[in-house]
């Protein structure tokens, strides 16, 4: 199992060349950073607690809205 990740590792280096690959990490490891410093501040904001706006049914006419009257009229 060792020898199969040494094997993709040197496959890596060989493609990506051993500059690109370590620039490849950096700008991971500040992109992970950086969700998990937006992650703790997520947690330290408060919460505003707004009233949600209410929503207004379509005003429809009875006579309209039963199809039974309107069968028998």
Known sequence: MAIKILILVALVLVVFGKG????????LAKGIKSFRQGMAEEDHEPVSLKPAPALEAPQ???VAADPVRKENA
């Open 20 to 27: 690109k690959f370590s620039d490849l990490m950096g700008d």
């Open 60 to 62: 429809q006419s009875p």
